[in-house]
């Protein structure tokens, strides 16, 4: 690995198609959130699979804890989608057939010449693609466990100040549609009148045009709706 690659420095925001040949950024994947980067040998690697199946019942608990889950690796697109079908993962896998993140950060195995692969490193980044912990796969057991990167998580949300992250999901996409112009205006009288104010009251809420179709049933159970009579 290049020794720069060290806790606090910033990972390179690489761009590489995903397992949908869709061209994706590192920062674009990460987002305001903590990252697990998993950088792997490949689908024919039985070690590297049986990583990938562990982290497939970590995932679920990233998703609901606002982090992200990114592999990559040496395989090309229909290696790649083998690779995620095969392990059951959810997330997005990024295919590095040319070799350029290998080559970059210095990683290429020479133990496998047929395969060619990169040496597998587990990278922890906090938002902004800063790292946080390295990890060596090279021996499986270099690998972080699921409670490992539970606790490197935990580290890494405590950091962020309030209003960072998951702290202002809401707020983001709020702002982000009313720059594309897809909220709907404020209705005044929206809690005076909740039935007749009908969609102005998702604008109040926050929530953006596409949430309209939503029976006004369950806009008044919302968390963030008082009813006129409560």
């Not at 938002?127 to 946080?132: E, K, R, S």
């Not at 998951?166 to 897809?182: I, K, L, M």
């Amino acid at each position: 690995m290049r020794p720069d690659i060290v806790p606090g420095a910033i990972f390179p925001d690489y761009e590489l198609s995903d397992h949908t040949a869709k061209r994706r950024k590192l920062s674009e994947l990460q987002g305001p959130h903590p990252m697990v980067l998993v950088l792997s040998r490949g689908g024919y690697c039985p070690k590297d699979r049986r990583q990938a199946e562990l982290l497939v019942q970590l995932h679920r608990e990233l998703e609901v804890a606002y982090c992200r889950l990114v592999t990559v690796s040496t395989d090309n697109i229909t290696e790649t989608n083998e690779y995620r079908s095969g392990v059951g993962a959810h997330w997005t896998f990024l295919s590095d057939a040319g070799r350029m993140v290998q080559k970059d950060l210095d990683i290429a195995e020479y133990t496998a010449p047929e395969h060619n692969p990169m040496i597998p490193h587990v990278i922890v980044l906090e938002p902004g693609l800063v790292v946080y912990k390295v990890y060596n796969g090279y021996w499986f057991f270099g690998r972080p466990t699921m409670e490992d990167l539970r606790q490197d998580l935990r580290a890494v949300l405590k950091k962020m100040p309030p209003g960072l992250g998951h702290h202002n999901t809401r707020t983001q996409s709020s702002v982000a549609a009313r720059a594309r112009g897809t909220l709907l205006p404020v209705r005044k009288n929206v809690r005076a009148n909740p039935r007749r104010a009908g969609l102005g009251a998702q604008a109040e809420l926050g929530l953006p045009l596409a949430s309209a179709e939503r029976p006004l049933r369950q806009l008044l159970k919302h968390p963030h709706y008082t009813h006129p009579r409560s």
